[in-house]
C-alpha cells in the first residue's frame, strides 16, 4: 500500500457505453483501472458525475488504497458532450471531491493519447464516426454530428441503412439479397410492419450491432451489402483525407469498426494511418501537464 | 334547422396536423364541414378521440345542429395509425357519442375518395411519403415506414438530407453551394454548431418546411439541390411504378409537394396521372355503405 504523500494522477475516458479510469504515478506508471458506467457529460450529466467518481474509486481499490486517497487526486478526464458550451461550464463549476478535475472532449484526448501527446489525427468509427487533427495545440473536428444529422459510415449508419434498404426489398423496389435475410434473421423477424415496429425507436447502439454482419457480407461479395460498405467507407475516405488536408500529420483509426472498414479505404489514406501509442486514459492524464490544452 | 331524424353521415379524415369532419346527407351532399385539432392514432390515442369528437361537434354547429345530433350520425373516419393492430383494437372498443363509428388507415380513405369509390393508387407525398392502391377490394400499401427508417423523397427527407449536406459542405467535404446559403439563412444560422444544436430534435415538419425552396433550387439548377431531388423524385417514380405494376390502375398524387415534384417523374408513370375526384372525408363517408372493406 502506497503513502497518502505519493502524486498520484488519473486518466478517465468517458462516453456512452462506459468510463474508464486509469491512476499513474508520478512518472507516469499505469498502477490500476476502474470501469463505471455510462459517461456522456451531454446526454446524462448527474449519471456522468457518478460515474466519474466510482470509476475513480474502483481504481484506487484495484490499487490497494482507500477512498481517503481520493482527496489526492489530480485527475483529468476526456468525456464524450464535454464541450457543449452549457455542460463545459457545469463541468468547471462542479464541486469535485479530488484534488484537482479538467475536463475536455473525448475526441482531444483520444488524439492525444493516439499520438502519445504529439500532433496527428484521428478517425473513430464505432456506433457513431467523427475525425479530428490535433495540430499547433488545437483541436480541429472534422464530421460527427450525431446519429439524425451525420455519422455516416459509422455502425449506426450502417444498421439503418440495412433496415432501411431490406424494407425497400420487402416492398418490392429492389431485389432481396443476403443483405436483408440476414437484417430479418438477426431481428427475428419476417414482415415490414414487424420490422418498422422493432425498428422505428431503435437506439443508435441497436442498429450498430447490425453493422459487423453487412460487413463481413460486403467481403462476401452480396451487392447491397457492398453497395452500403462502399458509401460508407467513401465518406470515411473523404472525411480523413479532409482532416489531413495540408498537414503532414498521420493518422491513427479507432472504434470497434475501425479494423474492418480500413480494407475499403484508398491508399492514398492508408499510408498515412499508423498504430495508437496509447490510450485516451493516458491523454487525459498528460493533458494535465499543458493545461492550457485541457479547454475547448 | 333540419329535424333529428334526417339521417346524417359523417366523413372524417385525420392526420398529424388536423382533423377534418365533413358532413353529409343521406343523399351524400356536404353539409359543413369542422376542423379540429391532430389525430394521428398511433401517436396520440386519447387526443385523436378529443379531435374526432371536436370536429364532429363543430361540423354540427356549422350546419345549424345542436350537440344533440351526435347520437344520430353514423360515422366513418380515415386515420393516421388506425392500422397498426393495438390501435385498431383499441378504435374498436372505444364508447364514441355515435350511432355508429368506424376507422380505417387515413391511406384507405384517401384512395377511395381519390378515385370516387373505383378502383385505382395513390401516392401521398408532404411530410411523409406513401403510395397504395385499391383493387379487388383490397388495400396494399407500399413504403412508408417513416422519417426515421423510410418515407424517402418526401419533405422530412428533403429537409434532412439538406440539413446533412450543407453538414458536409461546412466539414470542406464537398462545395458549399446555394443550397447550404438558403438552409443557413432560412434557419437564421452560421455554423455546424448551431445548426446541429437547432436540428438534432426536429420534428418531420421542421424538416419539411425547408422541402419547397428546395426544389425551387433544383428548377434554377443549383447542383446540390438537383441531386436530392433527383433521388427523391427517382424513389418515389419507382414506388409509384411498383404500385401501378401488373394493374391498369390509375394514380392520383396528393400531399403538399405533389405538384412540384411530379415535373421529376419519368413519362411512362406521367401518363398513368390523374386528378382527385374527391377527398378523404368523402372517401370515409362512402366506406360505411361497404362496411368489409372499413378493416385494416
Known amino acids: 500500500m502506497m503513502t497518502n504523500n505519493t502524486p498520484l494522477y488519473v486518466g478517465i475516458d468517458g462516453g456512452g457505453s462506459k ?5 499513474f504515478n508520478a512518472k507516469g506508471a499505469v498502477l ?7 459517461a456522456n457529460a451531454a446526454r446524462d450529466f448527474s449519471n456522468t458525475l457518478v460515474s466519474i467518481v466510482e470509476s475513480v474509486r474502483l481504481a484506487l481499490i484495484n490499487a490497494g488504497l482507500g477512498s481517503d486517497s481520493m482527496a489526492g487526486l489530480q485527475v483529468g478526464a476526456g468525456l464524450a458532450g464535454a464541450c457543449v458550451p452549457s455542460v463545459n461550464s457545469q463541468l468547471k463549476s462542479w464541486k469535485h471531491p479530488f484534488a484537482s478535475f ?14 502519445g ?22 483541436l480541429t473536428q472534422f464530421g460527427g454530428h450525431g446519429f439524425v444529422l451525420g455519422d455516416k459510415g459509422s455502425g449506426a449508419w450502417f444498421g439503418r441503412a440495412a433496415v432501411a434498404s431490406t424494407l425497400e426489398a420487402l416492398d418490392g423496389l429492389i431485389p432481396l439479397s ?16 414487424a420490422l418498422v415496429q422493432t425498428m422505428i425507436n ?7 450491432t447490425l453493422a459487423p454482419d453487412i460487413i463481413e457480407l460486403a467481403l462476401l461479395h452480396d451487392l447491397s451489402a457492398l453497395n452500403l460498405v462502399k458509401e460508407g ?8 483525407l479532409r482532416t489531413l488536408h495540408g498537414t503532414s500529420l498521420s ?6 469498426l475501425a479494423p474492418s472498414i480500413e480494407h475499403w479505404f484508398s491508399p492514398e489514406l492508408r499510408q498515412r494511418i499508423v498504430k495508437a501509442q496509447a490510450g485516451p486514459e493516458w491523454g487525459a492524464m498528460r493533458l494535465l501537464q499543458t493545461p492550457e490544452l485541457m479547454a475547448c
Open 19 to 23: 468510463c474508464s479510469a486509469i491512476l
Open 32 to 38: 490500476s483501472q476502474g470501469i463505471a458506467g455510462s
Open 102 to 115: 479538467s475536463a475536455t472532449s473525448d475526441l482531444m484526448t483520444a488524439c492525444y493519447g493516439a499520438h
Open 117 to 138: 501527446g504529439n500532433e496527428g489525427a484521428l478517425l473513430i468509427v464505432g456506433t457513431g464516426s467523427s475525425a479530428a487533427r490535433m495540430q499547433n495545440n488545437k
Open 178 to 193: 443476403d443483405l436483408h435475410d440476414m437484417v430479418l434473421n438477426k431481428l427475428g423477424l419476417n414482415s415490414s410492419a
Open 202 to 208: 431503435a437506439s443508435p447502439s441497436q442498429f450498430a
Open 233 to 240: 467507407a467513401a465518406y470515411l475516405d473523404k472525411l480523413c
Open 251 to 256: 493518422m491513427v483509426l479507432m472504434g470497434g
